[in-house]
């Protein structure tokens, strides 16, 4: 922690630790109710099987936006997706355990809606998926949150920034069976590349950016902003997400140290980044070039592999010591450019979800002989991402040594209930897990919590990397004081 509070800096000098960063994925799931092959009648609509997942919610927290003991936010927005936002980590397997937290606790929810269904005769089944597009062609997000530091060339910064995420899709692409327009389909890297509208915006919705710029950094923003990226797939393996925040974090941090800065990335702008997103994505050589801002033209893989050694430059250079999920990330980074300069995929398909589903596919195809339009091929590549313990492919694959983990069934269970011990998240987490237990009736944000009584005490807790208050202390005491 350095004097103002902070905790970000002071890693400057050589050695140490990369400087400290609050970071949290929010994941939109796809929700379906399929009725059984052949079955008469029409299954529920998305909306209503969203309604029949959250009903406990509902009656819990009376309403359908809720805090978790685990410092994370569970919501459903009208006519939308089910969201589970996870809670600010400063760890990269902290991170990954939180987010299949959530992961966890829908399938529960899936679990009981289902027997909701039966118990009232509904007929069918509710599945969820981490995924990124429904049948009906209607696309839903994975967002990352970075807290990066306020600076005057943020726009600047962010244009290359567009570029290095534009092109992270050969790593951390969920792997995508996209139609041709003449019929037949291919593979792709990414279900969200076609969807993304523009590359730098303050508008989620309508113009879907890959950088979101509205200021609402939940943090001191005199000094931090909050950085919101829309672009990326959403991660079934848990290796997978560890590599695309973790790569992220690697990267800002180079930006953010004076003795790199941010020229060290500025000539990495693209000249057209939203025709090139959708150019890689369909290219899984990762060989097809496009153009710079300068008229210099390389290819996806050239481009990363400039990123990745750029950042293992400034690590050297600045003689930091790496976490083992960081030396991971590293290592997965520079075998995942390697496997498609090689075009032997095989090298990181237990570890990155492209990879992973791409060999899942091929044996499938191979052994029935199929082409890439085939339904029973949409079905399997569904299932890769259903998050149901009993119905989806991870656990399966992951049990098979098909498909690699980051955490233990034990740490993402722990999770569930666990807020991160080391950021803000944990003084929410105890708040909401107390006033849960008394029955009081509280009001939560990001930053503020408050207790609902006639005080109507409030704490805001504007420092995220802060898991230590003494005003939460009091708040807490308020709390177990009968009301
Ligand atoms: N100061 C911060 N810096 C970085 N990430 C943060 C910070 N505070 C919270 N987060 C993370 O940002 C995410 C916010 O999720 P939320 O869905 O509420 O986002 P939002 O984009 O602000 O709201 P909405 O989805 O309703 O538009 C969470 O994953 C959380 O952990
Ligand atoms: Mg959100």
Redesign the pocket.
């Known amino acids: 922690m350095t004097a103002d509070g902070h905790g970000a800096e002071g890693t400057d000098a050589a050695g140490g630790s990369t400087p400290r960063r609050?970071?949290?994925?929010?994941t939109e799931y796809g929700i379906t109710c399929a009725l059984p092959a052949g079955a008469p009648g029409a299954a529920i609509s998305a909306d209503d099987a969203a309604r029949y997942l959250f009903r406990k919610v509902v009656a819990w927290g009376r309403s359908s936006n809720v805090f978790l003991p685990n410092g994370?936010?569970l919501?459903l927005?009208v006519g939308s997706h089910p969201?589970y936002?996870?809670?600010?980590?400063d760890d990269l397997r902290q991170l990954v355990a939180n987010d299949r937290a959530g992961e966890l606790i829908l399938d529960r929810m899936t679990e009981d809606a289902n027997v909701l269904l039966a118990a009232e005769e509904v007929p069918g089944t509710i599945h969820l998926f981490k995924n990124n597009l429904d049948s009906a062609g209607n696309s839903y997000g994975c967002?990352e949150?970075?807290?990066i530091r306020r600076r005057r060339d943020f726009q600047a910064v962010g244009e290359a920034l567009v570029g290095y995420f534009v092109t992270r899709q050969i790593l951390t692409g969920a792997g995508h069976i996209r139609p041709r327009p003449g019929g037949g389909a291919t593979y792709a890297f990414s279900q969200r590349a076609d969807q993304m509208w523009d590359a730098m915006s303050s508008a989620?919705t309508r113009s879907r950016p890959v950088i979101n710029t509205?200021d609402?950094?939940?943090?001191d923003a005199e000094h931090?902003r909050?950085m919101?990226v829309i672009a990326g797939d959403t991660s079934v393996a848990e290796t997978t997400t560890m590599l695309k925040v973790g790569m992220t974090d690697l990267l800002l941090g180079m930006i953010e140290d004076p003795a790199a800065g941010s020229g060290s990335v500025r000539d990495l702008a693209l000249a057209e980044p939203m025709r090139a997103i959708r150019e890689i994505s369909r290219d899984l050589t990762a060989t097809t070039a496009v153009e710079l801002s300068d008229g210099r033209r390389v290819s996806a893989l050239e481009y990363q592999s400039e990123i990745h050694e750029r950042v293992r430059a400034w690590i050297d250079e600045s003689g930091f010591t790496l976490s083992s999920s960081q030396e991971r990330v590293v290592d997965l980074w520079e075998r995942g450019l390697e496997a498609l300069r090689t075009q032997d995929y095989d090298a990181v398909s237990t570890e990155l979800d492209w990879a992973i589903k791409y060999r899942l596919i091929e044996r499938y195809r191979a052994k029935h002989t199929l082409a890439w339009d085939d339904p029973r091929v949409a079905r399997l590549s569904l299932a890769y991402h259903d998050i149901s313990a009993r119905h989806g492919l991870a656990r399966p694959l992951a049990a098979r040594g098909l498909m690699a983990r980051v955490t233990t069934d034990d740490e993402v269970e722990a999770a569930t209930n666990e807020p991160p011990a080391t950021t803000r998240?944990a003084l929410r987490g105890r708040f909401v897990a107390a006033a849960q237990a008394r029955r009081r009736d509280i009001t939560v944000d990001?930053v503020h919590l408050k207790l609902n009584d006639s005080a109507h005490r409030t704490v805001a807790l504007k420092d995220?990397f802060s898991p230590v208050d003494e005003r939460v202390e009091a708040l807490l005491e308020a709390v177990e004081e009968p009301a």
């Open positions: 609050i970071y949290g994925i929010e994370a936010r919501y927005d969201e936002a996870s809670a600010e980590c967002h949150n970075y807290l989620t509205r609402e950094p939940h943090a931090y909050r919101h998240a990001w995220p």
